[in-house]
């Protein structure tokens, strides 16, 4: 079967987007996901997201990481989605979807010169958990966060590789993040679980780095102003004594192409 597909990045997080609300791509075939993932054998991308129906919503979002499984909330990919669903439903820029962790909401904030900026709700946060000097939170997926004093001469593949494959975390994976704060905003670098390298961003990674630096009492913006390798991207929140609520992610998400495949 001929599919039509979108490659989308969002801050370098890149993915393919297909529209497939007639259900006609087969979400269980792991090894096909991973081969249209696959930078030298098929499109190449950090994941694949579906756009289905979903009854009483604008749409539903099923994302599957370069593995070939499904994920957890992609922060990026939800961005990347938004601007999809913008482009599919023309007029429509604010949008109620369902992800992998519940109910999200999106919208369009404006354009730029490649693509729009978006807007995403992100799931509250309830709880940040010390792991030895550390920490680890859930963003929609789970995150490790460790403080460094130069992000940049981090190995991120291989010290972010042995913290994901290390005991506490071997079954079910984690993504580790390495935040390097600059006063008023941080840098972030991420190892992504089902990528199972770094990645050039990580939205619900740059998520989880922002609450810990403000968590934590490292800076107190809001927004936290958040650099990755990819760009720049904003992290907005309420906070109060039951966590952290009105989460809010947003940064600038791109067609960069599209085209026919054969599956």
């Known amino acids: 079967m ?33 081969r249209l993932c696959n930078r030298r054998f098929g499109i190449g991308a950090d994941g694949l997201i579906l756009l289905r129906n979903e009854a009483g919503l604008d749409f539903c979002m099923l994302y599957f990481n370069a593995d070939g499984y499904e994920g957890s909330m992609c922060g990026n990919g939800g961005r990347c989605v938004t601007a999809f669903a913008h482009r599919l439903f023309p007029g429509k820029t604010e949008f109620t979807f369902l992800a992998y962790d519940g109910l999200h909401k999106s919208s369009i904030r404006g354009t730029t010169d490649l693509g729009h900026v978006v807007q995403l709700s992100m799931q509250a946060v309830s709880a940040i958990d010390a792991f030895d000097n550390d920490f680890l939170l859930d963003t929609g997926s789970p995150h490790y966060v460790r403080f460094v004093d130069d992000a940049a001469t981090i190995d991120v593949a291989a010290e972010g590789r042995r913290i994901r494959n290390s005991e506490a975390f071997l079954r079910d994976g984690v993504n580790v993040n390495f935040v390097e704060l600059h006063g008023d905003s941080i840098t972030v670098r991420t190892y992504e679980r089902g990528v199972e390298e770094e990645t050039l961003s990580c939205g619900t990674g ?43 992610l947003t940064g600038e998400a791109v067609c960069v192409f599209s085209g026919m495949i054969e599956c």
């Open 206 to 248: 740059v998520t989880a780095s922002a609450l810990v630096a403000v968590y934590s009492e490292r800076m107190e913006n809001n927004p936290v102003r958040v650099f990755t390798r990819g760009g720049e991207l904003n992290v907005a929140f309420e906070r109060d004594s039951s966590g952290y609520s009105d989460v809010t």
């Open 2 to 34: 001929t599919f039509q597909f979108y490659k989308y990045q969002a801050t370098g997080n890149d993915f393919i987007l297909i529209d497939d609300r007639e259900k006609h791509f087969d979400a269980t075939n792991s090894s096909l996901i991973r």
